[in-house]
């Protein structure tokens, strides 16, 4: 029951105005196009929240549950993180990332429409439900970000994309704060499951392979301010750090599937 | 910074040439860097797998109160002594390279779990060498108790300088310590009994995953097990058995579905259909079954391409399927076996002291007696919506509590750390 149209029309939004910050991209100074950009991110992510509330209602339940339903919402975060930062550090070029991701995983969504289709088991008919799933899209949108922050200046220092005015020591800066603002999201994800499994089969913590990815996860993050607090000036050991860390981040929320242990696992959507 | 400390090590290591006593005791030398680490880690790991071959795992020797309450004063007395007695031992445990050796070293053992399908009931290799239940291994014990032990060394270091700046690091790692060290070394102490209950019955005892019995201070009677489900859904499958397509169904007649090339319109649904004398009726009876009589179109130019009946099927009645035959593409239609939505226990719980008190239990609704936090746990399968049994779950955790602290701290400690951004190596 994937309205085609909605879908069409939000992935075109998405590459118009991809290709809108691409051309701010590459000429920094036609402030007008910026402007474009922005007007397209909006109007996209409007687009975006249009098809949410759509599947909200006639699925009569938050749209929170498949991983295609998980993706839209990633997809809407994404940019507005990129705004965010847009807006905050004068920095343009994470939008414009932001925004590739967003149309990949659109562009995933759009050939997997049964990634919709499910029915809801009685345990995750929860209060617990949407706070959970919400939190965890959030740090995974914020951490993403980061990570581009760190890689593109990893891969690309001074050679393409320059921003001046903008020294590594205060990127990294920015990207430990996006960082923690991720990591305390993600603490309330892994938490407010914990909670919630004690709530629907009695026990806060089994060792379910999604679980164990989750805490992977977290503790992956965590050896990242470890590395930052005992060596400050390896900078660019920590964006590559970063990168890996996604990598795990990204086997937890899809890889899993994939995995040996995925049998057994509670968490099949 | 570390990297001038390791070659100046190592070439000491390299030039010494007063025989072997000596290099040995230079390699040993605090602070320890990273091979020593290491070494130390991968020997602890060694003596675990062989503990692990030779014990056949922890969870028969799993601690119980009042042994683990023993065991975490002792440790954690000694770790105060060394805290004060031993300055070397505890640089080692503050240090960086221990910490990174052994925050590692424990992602590594909890990757391979992620990876490794976890079942301690394998009779194979892997098993024998703790790979299948990582969690309750030796090696894990091993790491997870020195990575505690830094823990909390490292605390009680911060205390000592307390300040409102240091709250957000006492939070995180105070909360952390707490979960780690009381949810393994509880974990021993924890409840989870089942309880098989049959309608119109009282049952006083429950199980363990041994079925070893125990009677129970109350009795629980059910009164009624209500499972309620989703109309079934609709499903496209290929003459191979492959599922092309499958859409949610409303449970209402005059619904259009299209699976992939097909649409399918629904003259008549029923949710408690019989078929009897060649005919679909209604009726309440145990094993009554979904019917629907679809007509199925051809998407593009709406031709008919047939009509029949489908049906889920029960103990009682065989499911009907609908055979589609468009220009030798053969393929079937049919329901899909409804799933449940939400299965409910209507129960009254009697004490000998005469109390009685009704109540409903529910996934996600466990309902609190006693010491126990009581779940719905399952129901007959077989029967579905028929079963007379209702399985429940009791679960006593005495150390919840405390675990719910150090959840608590470290919700704290993770919003400071994302609002109140310190300034990186202070």
């Not at chain 1, 000036?233 to 970063?242: C, E, H, P, S, V």
């Not at chain 2, 629904?266 to 259909?273: K, P, R, T, Y």
């Amino acid at each position: 029951m994937v309205d085609y149209l909605l879908l069409t029309a939000f992935g075109m939004f998405l590459f118009s105005f991809g290709l809108g910050i691409f051309s701010v991209m590459i000429n920094h100074k036609l402030k007008g196009f910026e402007r474009m950009g922005d007007l397209f991110n909006l109007l996209g992510m409007f687009a975006l929240l249009v098809l949410i509330l759509h599947l909200w209602i006639t699925h009569q339940r938050p749209p929170l549950q498949t991983l295609g339903e998980t993706r839209l919402w990633y997809c809407l975060l994404l940019p507005m993180c990129g705004m965010v930062i847009n807006v905050k550090l004068k920095l343009s070029w994470p939008l414009w990332y932001c925004q590739s991701l967003a149309l990949l995983f659109l562009t995933i969504d759009f050939f997997n429409p049964a990634a919709f289709e499910t029915l809801l088991p009685p345990a995750l008919l929860s209060i617990y439900f949407i706070p959970h799933v919400v939190v965890y899209i959030i740090a995974y949108a914020l951490l993403t970000v980061a990570t581009f922050m760190g890689a593109k200046n990893f891969f690309w220092k001074n050679k393409m994309f320059h921003q001046p005015g903008l020294n590594d020591d205060s990127l990294i800066k920015s990207i430990d704060q996006i960082i923690a603002m991720g990591y305390a999201f993600l603490t309330m994800g892994l938490l407010f499951g914990a909670l919630w499994a004690k709530e629907a089969w009695g026990h806060y913590w089994t060792w379910d392979p999604k679980e164990t990815w989750a805490f992977i996860t977290w503790m992956i993050y965590l050896i990242y301010f470890h590395l930052r607090y005992f060596y400050l000036k390896k900078i660019r050991l920590a964006q590559f750090y970063l990168l890996g860390a996604l990598i795990m981040l990204f086997i937890c929320w899809f890889g899993v599937n994939y995995l040996p242990t995925a049998g057994q696992s509670i968490h099949t959507y | 910074m570390n990297r001038p400390k390791f070659e100046k090590r190592n070439i000491e290591f390299m030039n010494d040439a007063n025989g072997p006593k000596k290099e040995l005791s230079s390699f040993w030398n605090y602070p320890f860097g990273y091979e020593q680490n290491l070494l130390i880690l991968i020997s602890l790991w060694f003596v675990g797998i062989q503990l692990e071959y030779l014990t056949g795992g922890l969870e028969k020797n799993i601690l119980q109160f009042p042994d683990n309450l023993y065991f975490l004063i002792i440790w954690h007395v000694s770790l105060l002594i060394i805290n004060f007695k031993f300055p070397q031992i505890l640089k080692t445990f503050l240090a960086k390279e221990f910490i990174f050796t052994f925050l590692g070293g424990w992602v590594f053992l909890i990757i391979i779990s992620g990876i490794v399908p976890q079942d301690h009931g394998q009779k194979n290799l892997l098993n024998q060498f703790g790979l299948t239940h990582i969690v309750v291994s030796w090696p894990y014990l091993f790491t997870l108790v020195l990575l505690a032990s830094s823990l909390f060394l490292t605390i009680i270091k911060r205390f000592a300088r307390f300040s409102l700046r240091e709250s957000v690091f006492l939070l995180n790692h105070t909360g952390l310590w707490i979960i780690l060290v009381v949810a393994t070394f509880g974990s021993g102490d924890q409840v989870s009994w089942k309880m098989n209950l049959y309608e119109g019955k009282a049952t006083w005892e429950a199980y363990d995953k041994n079925s070893k019995i125990y009677p129970l201070p109350f009795a629980i009677y059910l009164s009624d097990f209500i499972l309620q489900e989703y109309p079934p859904e609709l499903a496209l499958i290929s003459a191979s058995g492959k599922l092309l397509s499958k859409k949610k169904t409303s449970g209402m007649k005059q619904q259009r579905i299209s699976l992939k090339n097909y649409e399918v319109f629904f003259d008549e649904v029923i949710n408690d259909g019989v078929f009897f004398n060649n005919e679909w009726k209604r009726g309440k009876h145990p094993g009554n079954v979904w019917h629907a009589h679809i007509q199925v179109y051809d998407k593009k130019n709406q031709q008919l391409l047939g009509s029949g009946d489908i049906a889920t099927g029960s103990f009682l009645q065989a499911e009907q399927i609908f055979l589609l035959d468009n220009n030798d593409h053969k393929m079937i239609i049919k329901y899909l076996s409804p799933r449940p939505q939400k299965f409910t226990s209507m129960v009254k719980v009697f004490t000998p002291s005469q109390t009685e008190l009704k109540t409903s239990i529910e996934v996600n609704k466990p309902f609190g007696f006693d010491r126990y936090q009581i779940y719905q746990h399952s129901y007959d399968q077989k029967l579905g919506k028929w079963s007379q049994l209702s399985v429940l779950e009791l679960v006593y955790d005495p150390w919840i509590k405390i675990v719910y602290g150090g959840v608590f701290f470290l919700l704290i400690g993770a919003l400071g750390l994302a609002f109140f951004p310190k300034k990186w190596g202070g």
